[in-house]
């Protein structure tokens, strides 16, 4: 079965704008999580939606924000990026708790 | 709260050796426990997972690990170093086995590159 799709893989932006990234779990997984890979901070958790819900979150400012739609599938929005929010965004899905598929994750530049 | 340790930043190893890649973790429940490794410009792909089942767990392209509750430890393991598993390496602990409340979430250590020599 297909894994954990994230789109688009790279992207740059410049600071102040806004940006959204996808994923689309693995078919059956109904709950998607977001981390955060810097080489300063390592990974960090983000977020996760079950069933559309938001049941958890990390501790991001409210520039980060994800929703979940109906299908499972998955968007986090960064608003008025900054130097600092450049990193790859990895996307994981689980059936019901802990993510164990990840995603090739989305290479954001933020210039 | 949860904390994972991973000690040892960068382990070098020549090929066919042994493979130790050591991971601590502190969890005030029983937790769920994770070896996930990650190449280069890729995401992360689990290698194994500890469940609270059995305390040795056996993962893809020939890993192990031990979970050792009186040491708190969870380090993983290969008999034979191969080229390809030249990586980075991430422990991972989570509570949501143990019904807390951490839904998605897990803690990483640092992470540890393995270098294999020919």
């Known amino acids: 079965k297909a894994g954990v799709t994230q789109t688009p893989r790279y992207l740059i932006k410049t600071r102040g704008q806004q940006v959204t990234l996808s994923c689309s779990p693995i078919?059956?997984?109904?709950?998607v999580s977001w981390y955060q890979q810097t080489p300063g901070q390592g990974l960090q958790f983000l977020f996760e939606y079950f069933s559309e819900t938001q049941r958890n979150k990390g501790n991001f400012p409210g520039r980060f924000s994800g929703r979940q739609f109906s299908n499972s599938r998955s968007e986090m929005n960064v608003s008025t990026l900054e130097l600092g929010d450049s990193a790859l965004y990895l996307c994981a899905s689980s059936l019901a708790g802990v993510g164990s598929a990840f995603g090739s994750g989305t290479r954001l530049t933020v210039v | 709260a949860q904390s994972v340790t991973q000690l040892g930043s960068h382990v070098s190893v020549s090929e066919g050796a042994l493979v130790l890649l050591r991971c601590n973790y502190s969890s005030s429940v029983p937790p769920y426990l994770f070896w996930y490794v990650q190449y280069p410009n890729q995401g992360l792909q689990l290698l194994l997972k500890y469940t609270s089942a059995a305390t040795l767990v056996k993962g893809i392209n020939g890993f192990e690990a031990e979970f050792k509750k009186s040491e708190t430890s969870f380090h993983l393991t290969k008999p034979s170093a191969h080229m390809s598993d030249a990586a980075e390496y991430f422990c991972a602990v989570s509570d949501y086995g143990a019904g807390g409340t951490s839904y998605g979430k897990l803690t990483f250590g640092q992470g540890t590159i393995l270098t294999v020599h020919p």
């Open positions: 078919s059956g997984h109904r709950s």
